[in-house]
């Protein structure tokens, strides 16, 4: 047996926008809208309108992540279903009346609730009247969202964490155009990611005056660090894996931790003139208001290798001018999610955590495997037998066992999905879940993965499979 650390967190991880539905929400957020405008975008042209049903089974769905051993879920609260008004937090009430419902419930199972405050899901009037995060006023109405959510919830909620995957947000929305609104420009997803930085510490502002960490609370961000492997010891494929890293991992979880954005990404951004636009006011109120805990979702590594075109060369400014993807021949793969499967990095993280991130309490908030057309492992019981999900967090669990034995101060391995949801424009192609859903009748059944889950959280521990496993 490989044990893990006393009061482990097993659990698994979802979103309001991608499980709720839109059932008696008032506003939209850039997903909603985007659906409604382009429903073709979307795989199967399904939308985010029922999604898997949360808002009306929420109750039933938590006995199931209750029945898999889950004792612990992240979720998000919708900025689009808690406020009515954006400019004063106005509250929605049937909102309040749901979430406050859905953390009763999850006590009520003895689950303990994480919530984030935004996953991906802006209120689209604020992306139309301001440009989104582009603009720092909303930054100042993500803070008031914020104090709203610690006022109603913080009695019960003892893990907070303000942004889901923010460098999605840069990438998806103003570089690489796999989000709505699809714009490229490099000088705006600078400041986005500014922007971003500067609401997630105004957030944890608000939290530390309102005095919630004296009350046992705790408050984080949950970032998608991709370990950036040079494809050689070439000094310059290292000197693109640097870069890489700078951009993708060091942009959000410097600051997050150290309270500053790294010196060298600065350099180069100034160098290139697409450095954001700040103040000493803002750079103290990220300096002042790091996080308490830090989660982390992995899925797969980031493989880089010096750029076939030098960025000297004359267009317009993107990170990748300094470093190209580089795809290592004989790669184990996801092939339905195009995704590499490579456990080390978690390993990895964990050691970087420990040396260069003060060791802060860190847990795995998502890691998982999408997988299309489950329904090929139907058995005769009526069961998936997903032996591809457990043999991917088998190995997953062996590397991070492996980093906490050496000193990195990991809390918990949360799978990404409790229960099969939307997953944007790729709606349900692909699966993750412990438990399946029959989006055409919402009937929600136990995998084999989610069996196989229970124990492990109930033994907390990692079978070895020498001695017959679990």
Known sequence: ????????????ATSGPQSEGRFNKQHANVFDYWYEIEPEAFYNHVGPDTASNFYNSYKEDIRLMKEIGLNSVRTSIQWTRLIDEFETASLNEDGVRFYNDVIDEFILQGITPMIALHHFDLPVELYNKYGGWESKHVTDLFAKFAGRCFELFGDRVKHWFTFNEPMVIVDGQYLYQFHYPKIVNGKKAVQVAYNINLASAKAIKVFRMMGLGEKGAKIGIILNLTPSYP????EEDIKAGKIADLWRNQMFLDTAV?????SELVKLLKKDKVIWESTPEEEKIIKDNTIDIL???FYHPSRVKAPDISPDSLQDWMPDRYYDDYDMPG???NVDKGWEIFPKALYDIALNIR???QNIEWFVAENGM???????FLNDEGVIEDDYRI????EHLEWLHKGIEEGSNCRGYHLWTPIDCWSWSNAYRNRYGFISNNIHTQVKTIKKSGYWFKKVAEQNALPDDRNGGV
């Open 1 to 12: 047996m490989k044990k893990f650390p006393d009061n482990f967190w097993w659990g698994a």
């Open 231 to 234: 494809s050689s010891t070439s």
């Open 258 to 262: 150290h309270g500053a954005f790294p």
């Open 295 to 297: 989660g982390v979702n």
């Open 331 to 333: 790669r184990r793969m």
């Open 355 to 357: 040396d260069n991130y």
């Open 370 to 376: 999408g997988v299309s057309r489950e329904e090929r």
């Open 391 to 394: 043999n991917f967090i088998k």
